[in-house]
Structure formats: structure tokens, C-alpha cells
């Protein structure tokens, strides 16, 4: 894990927060810095994911399936800019996660660029750039302030 930027840190806790963060419906849950299993040696930890609720059962459990995922976001740092941007959207798609949430920083502020599966081409195809708020459809409507100073 690369070391968090406050930047990071303030993302990561408006998108999971209770109030002003991602609200999934029953079923669902939003859980943060867990691992997901690709494969046997591969399980990056996305800063935050939409899981469903019947994986989270297990208290011991270090990870998440991908089949358990509806959702990943990365938040980009600059020691995982590489990873973010290219390595881990290709390692996601080919394991079936249907969406992706990449967010970058623009001088104080979070740019979220979202994406889906192509599930024809195991590849994400661009939904969407979100700059002041966020508002897409990842199975359930998300409309969100990316207001850092809320916080």
C-alpha cells in the first residue's frame, strides 16, 4: 500500500461515509481498504468497494471474491498512479467487477472518472468524468457532493 496523502484519506472517508457517502440499498454494503482475491497471488486492496452483504459474514475474512464486488474505487496517489490508472482497471475487468471508480486530484479537489464492464470485451468503457458531484447509476442511483470541505 503506498503511504496516504491526506488528499487519500479525505476521499476515501466521503465516499464511506454513513451521511454524505455512497448509499447502497439492502443487500449491499460499503466497506473500505479490504482485499479482493483475483487470483492465487493477486488481491490488490482498493480503497473503497460496494460489496454484498452475505460477504461479510465471515469476521475472519481477509478478502473479498470478485463475484462479492459490484463496485472498486482507487483513489490515485503518486506512488500508485501506474497501478491505478492501468495495471489494477485490467486485472478488475478480467476478474468480472462490473464497475470502477478511478479519482484523481485536480489542485484541491477530487475528479472521479467512473466506468463500467464491457463484459464482450472484458474490458471498462468511460461512463462518465465528475467534477463538484457525482451522479451515476451502479445498479442503484449514487448522487454525491465531492465537497472535500463538508467533511
Not at 56 to 80: A, G, K
Request: aromatic share 8%.
Amino acid at each position: 500500500m503506498s503511504p496516504q496523502t491526506k488528499f487519500h484519506m479525505l476521499v476515501v472517508n466521503l465516499l464511506t461515509d454513513s451521511q454524505a457517502g455512497i448509499r447502497p440499498p439492502a443487500g449491499l454494503a460499503v466497506v473500505r481498504e479490504m482485499a479482493v482475491k483475483l487470483g492465487l497471488r493477486q488481491r490488490p486492496e482498493p480503497d473503497v468497494m460496494v460489496v454484498k452483504d452475505d460477504a461479510l459474514d465471515d469476521l475472519d475474512r481477509t478478502y473479498y471474491l470478485p463475484e462479492d464486488v459490484r463496485l472498486v474505487v482507487e483513489v490515485v496517489s503518486p506512488d500508485s498512479e501506474d497501478r491505478d490508472r492501468f495495471t489494477k482497471p485490467i486485472k478488475y475487468a478480467e476478474a468480472g467487477i462490473r464497475f470502477l471508480w478511478r479519482v484523481e486530484r485536480d489542485g484541491r479537489r477530487p475528479v472521479v472518472y467512473t466506468y463500467e464492464l464491457d463484459p464482450s470485451i472484458r474490458a471498462y468503457v468511460p461512463t462518465g468524468v465528475h467534477h463538484g458531484r457525482l451522479r451515476t447509476d451502479i445498479g442503484f442511483d449514487v448522487d454525491l457532493s465531492l465537497d472535500l470541505g463538508r467533511l
